[in-house]
């Protein structure tokens, strides 16, 4: 399970200040009292998760991986981070997959989409679009453009064998599209917003077709369910994170840095920005989240960091045992002078400089919450998807706002339909 440690947290006050409303958050959360209370089918869903539908995903994942080399997965926000996060962390970053899970419909560029459509020439391919609203204008253009080339490679009739959309169950111009198509369709449950949708056919059907086991996911959710509603405080590490964050909102700080020092985590923090930033950020109250992967960003924000104005404080993810190490070998001439290192791995400089680090960022008065996996696997990405999921919820209850909307969204649809002239903006 994911574990805290708050030893260099710098508060001036114990987390347990904090403790009743934590616990008063939990409760609204469980008695499902609070604000977006329709929007709580998150919580449950490790357990309660539609298992006929579960089935279909696992099925329509080895039709895919039996019949193409590519998956474009067309989505955006809530619709593509999750899954990108754990297929990143889970694959081998320089090693080919027998089927690649590639994305597109989260963006507007046309570069970017036309080196896809490219990169497809001669390849076998399907399509996952995947829209909770069926509306939203980046994946759709993308599904547009996709659905062209596959139909232009296989046919109208073949093409239909290989879409597979993503949706809300009958609302919707894709659900409308679908269903006129007869493409084979997936499920966003209503209670169940854009971010917190990892663990629904959003996230799993992309992740099954990478070839990662989806059993062990939701398996690990379901770790993180049955602890996080029901442990005590004091070894909760949900509750103590929650706590601590707030404590520093409330002591000036405005931003969250969440570093790692494993690359392949990357994306694991594009997800968390979302969860957070939109769950947070509304009625001019919230903390902004941002990330960074260490060492490498040492060497660029670590200056800023250690010495720019203390507006922030970092939450370290730290991986306890990597997947692979190498052990530094002795060097007859030791012109590089590491023959100090002869016999300890990679890891351990790698841990020993997170360990620098911390020491380095809380003598520079950067407060460190450090946050503990035990590896990256599924079974430990799905207790951490649900760690933060249940964080983020009682977060905002604390912070005073609804942490199940994103009405800030739809300003830029706004004024871009205007400007693009679409009929009735
Ligand atoms: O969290 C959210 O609800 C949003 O970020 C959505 O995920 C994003 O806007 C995509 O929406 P949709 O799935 O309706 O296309």
Redesign the pocket.
Known sequence: MIRINLENALLKEDVSVLKEEVLDANKTLLSKTGEGNDFLGWQELPRDYDKEEFARIKEAAKKIRSNSDVLIAI???????GAKAVIDALSNSYEKPEVEVLFAGHHLSSTDTQELLDYLDGKDFSINV???????T??AVAFRIFKDKLEEKYGVEGAKERIFAT?DKER?ALKTLSTNMGYETFV?PDNV?????VLTA?GLLPIAVAGFDIDELMAGARDGMDTYPETPFEDNAAFQYVAARNLMYRNGKKMEILVNYEPKLKNVSEWWK?LYG?SEGKDGKGLFPVSVGFTTDLHSLGQMIQDGEKIFFETVLRVNEPKKDIELKSDDLDLDGLNYLVGKTMDYVNQTALKATVEAHVSGQVPNIILDMEKIDERNLGRLIYFYEYAVALSGYIIGVNPFN?PG?EEYKKNMFRLLEKPGY
């Open positions: 989505g955006i926000g809530g619709s593509y981070l995947i829209s909770k609203s069926g509306t939203t980046e994946p949706t919707g966003v917003g854009g971010r917190f949708s959003v979302q939109e994103q969204v």
